[in-house]
C-alpha cells in the first residue's frame, strides 16, 4: 500500500475544527494509504501538555490503523508573542529532527497554519519526487490582521513572505473555502487548487417530532472559547427576553464567562463545560437552535460547525459574516444576523418564534446535509486529485 503522511499542529484528543477535520481526513485516506500522522504531543487549547503525555519527549502509537508519531513541543497559549513564536518554532525544531531520522514518503500533506510550522514542511521536504499538499484551513497572517492579533510591521510583511512561499512550493492546494481558492490564485497559479469542505463524518441521529419548546427558546453555543469566537462579550450584549442560553467548550475565555455567571444569576445563562465530541452531538439534540458567531468577520473563513449542525437537523444563527453566511443562505439553514451587529441580533433573536423551530424545519436541514454535505462524496473526488 502506498504511504501517505500527514503533519499538523492539531489532532484528537485535543478539540476544534482543525483536529477533526484532519482526523477525518486520516480515517477516510487509511484505506488507499498507509497514513502516517505527525502532531505535536496534544496541548490545545489549554496550553498544556496532556496529563496522559506529560513527562514524554515524544510518542509513537497505532490507532485505528493510523500510525501517529507526538512530538515535542513547548506547549503555550500566552498572549505573549514571543512565547507562543518559541511554541512554534519548538514544534519546528522537532518536526526538522524527525525529517533528518525518518523516511518520508512521496505525498504529504502539510496543514496551514501555523505559517511557521507549514514553511519548515515545504522547505525542507520540497522534491521533484514529492508530491506537497497543502491544506489550507484559514488565511494567515491576513486573518491575524483581521482579528487584531497582528498589526502591520516587519512581522506582518515577514508571515506574507512565508505564505506566499508555501503556496508557491506546494502541488496541490486544499482550501476550505471558495474566499481561500480566490486569494491563492492573487499569489500564485502553479499548484492545482481544490476546494475541501470541512464536511464531518458523523452518524445522522434520528430527529423527534414535536420536541420544541414551549417557553423560552434553547439557543446553544458548542465548541472553542478564543477570542475569535468572542462569546464572552456575546453573552453580555444579547437579549434574553425570549431565549436562554446554554453554553459548551472550554478556551481562554472560559472563567471569564464563568465569572459573568456569577455576577448574573438572574440571567437564563448557562455554562456546561466541556464534553467529548459524540456526547454533545446527543446533548444537541435537546436545543432550539445553534448560533455560530465570530467577533470580527474573518476572510476565507467557513466554520465548520455549519456542516456538522446541518447533518444533526440543528437551525442556525449565523453571526460572523463572509462566506458562511452565503452557505446558511443558500441552502435554507436558519437566520443570518449582520456581522458585529448586535443591535440586529437581537431583533433576529426577538423575531424567531418557537414554532418556526419545528421538525419539519430540522428534517429539511438535515436532508440538505444529506445531499449537499457528503463527505464521502468529496472524499472520492480528493482522491482523484491526490
Not at 510518542?59 to 501517529?68: A, D, S
Not at 518520508?104 to 496543514?111: E, F, G, L, R, S
Not at 458585529?340 to 446535509?369: C, F, M, R, W
Request: charged share 20%; with cysteine; aromatic share 12%.
Amino acid at each position: 500500500m502506498k504511504k501517505l503522511m500527514i503533519i499538523t499542529s492539531y489532532f484528537p484528543p485535543e478539540i476544534g475544527a482543525a483536529s477533526n477535520r484532519i482526523y477525518h481526513l486520516a480515517e477516510g485516506l487509511k484505506n488507499d494509504y498507509d497514513v502516517n500522522i505527525v502532531t505535536p504531543l496534544p496541548n490545545y487549547p489549554t496550553g498544556k501538555i496532556f496529563a496522559a503525555y506529560k513527562g514524554k519527549f515524544s510518542l509513537k502509537t497505532e490507532e485505528n490503523g493510523i500510525t501517529i508519531n507526538r512530538l515535542w513541543i513547548y506547549a503555550s497559549v500566552s498572549k505573549n508573542k514571543f512565547l507562543r513564536l518559541i511554541a512554534m518554532l519548538s514544534y519546528s525544531f522537532s518536526l526538522i529532527w524527525f525529517f533528518m531520522w525518518h523516511k518520508i514518503p512521496n505525498k504529504v500533506i502539510v496543514q496551514s497554519p501555523p505559517l511557521l510550522v507549514s514553511f519548515t514542511c515545504m522547505f525542507f521536504l520540497r522534491s521533484k519526487k514529492r508530491k506537497l499538499i497543502l491544506n489550507v484551513s484559514d488565511l494567515w497572517p491576513s486573518a491575524g490582521l483581521e482579528l487584531g492579533a497582528l498589526k502591520e510591521g516587519f512581522a506582518y510583511r515577514l508571515l506574507k513572505k512565508l505564505e506566499a512561499f508555501n503556496y508557491k512550493k506546494a502541488d496541490l492546494i486544499l482550501g476550505q473555502s471558495n474566499e481561500i481558492l480566490t486569494h491563492i490564485k492573487t499569489i500564485t497559479t502553479k499548484p492545482e487548487l481544490f476546494l475541501y469542505r470541512n464536511f464531518p463524518e458523523i452518524k445522522y441521529p434520528k430527529l423527534i417530532e414535536n420536541t420544541s419548546s414551549k417557553g423560552k427558546i434553547k439557543m446553544v453555543y458548542a465548541g472553542l472559547l478564543g477570542v475569535a469566537q468572542g462569546i464572552h462579550k456575546l453573552c453580555k450584549e444579547i437579549n434574553y427576553e425570549t431565549i436562554e442560553f446554554h453554553i459548551y467548550g472550554s478556551g481562554a475565555e472560559e472563567e471569564a464567562i464563568k465569572n459573568l455567571i456569577d455576577s448574573n444569576k438572574d440571567l437564563p445563562l448557562y455554562f456546561h463545560g466541556r464534553v467529548n465530541r459524540a456526547e454533545l452531538h446527543q446533548v444537541l439534540l435537546k436545543y432550539d437552535i445553534t448560533i455560530i458567531p465570530l467577533l470580527n468577520r474573518i476572510y476565507g473563513s467557513v466554520p465548520s460547525k455549519i456542516f456538522e449542525y446541518a447533518k444533526l437537523g440543528l437551525p442556525m444563527l449565523y453571526f460572523g459574516g463572509g462566506e458562511g453566511e452565503d452557505v446558511i443562505t443558500k441552502h435554507k439553514l436558519g437566520w443570518i444576523a449582520n456581522e458585529g451587529d448586535y443591535s440586529h441580533l437581537n431583533k433576529i433573536l426577538a423575531s424567531i418564534t418557537s414554532e418556526e423551530l419545528n421538525y419539519p424545519l430540522s428534517v429539511s436541514i438535515q436532508e440538505t446535509a444529506r445531499l449537499q454535505f457528503d463527505f464521502k462524496k468529496q472524499l472520492m473526488a480528493l482522491k482523484n486529485v491526490i
